[in-house]
């Protein structure tokens, strides 16, 4: 019934995620050091930390974190944040279970930096989306977005706040379109069904 969580670093997706109520059985980082373990731990949920350096390939990486995943036995596992590409296996292993919230308006700025390549491109519109997983990073089908305005005189800081915010509310509301059994993936595309409940 419940969601694993995967983070590098502050944590505050998911944050909004345990603020919103949404079940989330453990939460895993690739970092000791991840802010986010300490608001897991404020909020009673378990912990795990399967460090990349640890690991000689990306493979044996994915494979001990699919391990630490697969004993919550999660039916969705959501990047929060999360800073390592994976590699197909591990992908293939969670298809259509495994969540991304990326900080652009995707297909826009994919991959990392995103704020700072936004501002240089002047564009007048950024945000963020929330996507299925594939093995073709930050490509996979989309759920759902958020757009911000980029105003006069921002700075790279000021917009990723305005796109934070909302990271914040976009992410548990698919998340729990998920665990609803709203969504559909059709190829290249997601269909968000209607509420019957
Ligand atoms: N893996 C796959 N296969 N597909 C996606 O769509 C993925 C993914 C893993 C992570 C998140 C993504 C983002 O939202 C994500 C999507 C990290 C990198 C990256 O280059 C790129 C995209 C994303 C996350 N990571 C470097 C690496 O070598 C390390 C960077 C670092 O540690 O700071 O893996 O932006
Ligand atoms: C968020 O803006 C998220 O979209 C982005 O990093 C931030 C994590 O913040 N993700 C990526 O860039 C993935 N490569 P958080 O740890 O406070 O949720």
Redesign the pocket.
């Known amino acids: 019934m419940s969601v694993v969580v995967l983070?590098?670093?502050?944590?505050?997706?998911?944050q909004a995620i345990l603020e919103a109520g949404i079940p989330v059985a453990a939460v895993i980082s690739n970092r000791v050091d991840a802010a986010?373990l300490a608001v897991a731990a404020r909020f009673g949920v378990a912990t795990g930390v399967v460090e990349h350096r640890a690991y000689a390939t990306r493979e044996a990486f994915d494979a001990a974190l699919a391990a630490a995943i697969d004993r919550h036995a999660p039916r969705l596992v959501a990047?929060?944040?999360?800073?390592r590409v994976l590699t197909p296996a591990f992908v293939a292993r969670y298809a259509g279970r495994l969540v991304?919230?990326?900080?652009s308006l995707l297909p826009e700025f994919p991959g990392?930096d995103?704020h700072a390549r936004a501002l240089a491109a002047g564009t007048k519109r950024h945000g963020?989306t929330v996507h299925f997983v594939t093995e073709q990073m930050d490509h996979g089908p989309i759920i759902a977005q958020a757009p911000v305005p980029v105003l006069p005189g921002d700075t790279e800081e000021a917009l990723?706040a305005r796109?934070?915010e909302q990271?914040h509310r976009l992410y548990p509301q698919a998340i729990r379109w998920f665990l609803d059994g709203r969504l559909v993936i059709e190829g290249d595309r997601v269909r968000v069904m209607e509420n019957h409940g």
């Open positions: 983070i590098s670093g502050r944590g505050s997706n998911l986010g990047l929060a944040g999360f800073m991304n919230i990326h900080p990392l995103t963020c990723a796109v934070l990271e």
